[in-house]
């Protein structure tokens, strides 16, 4: 099983960003992807989940309006997409496969002006 992430990113306030997360290795509409952050010095932060089958989503209630969980089957590909950013949402992110200990690598988002 592989969860290969997009590279780092740079942004500035206001801004919106976009990361994937490639699968493989795996029946890629079986498993929930969730999409997890961790800013400096913090722990790590459910932003929600996708499942690859129907599309449909969960966000943890501080992103909701904000965030947006998308999915192309065709490329076993999932997507978070990040608008309004601040700098506060500067932080490695990452997805991993539901239920199961498999995660991408990191992205590192930084927002910056």
């Known amino acids: 099983v592989q969860l290969v992430q997009s590279g780092a990113e740079l942004r500035n306030p206001g801004a919106s960003v976009k990361v994937s997360c490639k699968a493989s290795?795996?029946?890629?509409?079986?498993?929930?992807i969730e999409w997890v952050r961790q800013a400096p010095g913090q722990g790590l932060e459910w932003m929600g989940r996708i499942d690859p089958e129907d599309g449909g989503t969960a966000y943890a209630q501080k992103f909701q309006g904000r965030v947006a969980f998308t999915v192309d089957t065709s490329r076993s590909t999932v997507y978070v997409e990040l608008k309004s950013l601040r700098s506060e949402d500067t932080a490695v992110y990452y997805c991993?496969?539901?239920?199961?200990?498999?995660w991408g690598q990191g992205t590192q988002v930084t927002v910056s002006s």
């Open positions: 991993n496969r539901g239920g199961s200990g498999d």
């Open positions: 290795g795996y029946t890629f509409t079986s498993y929930y």
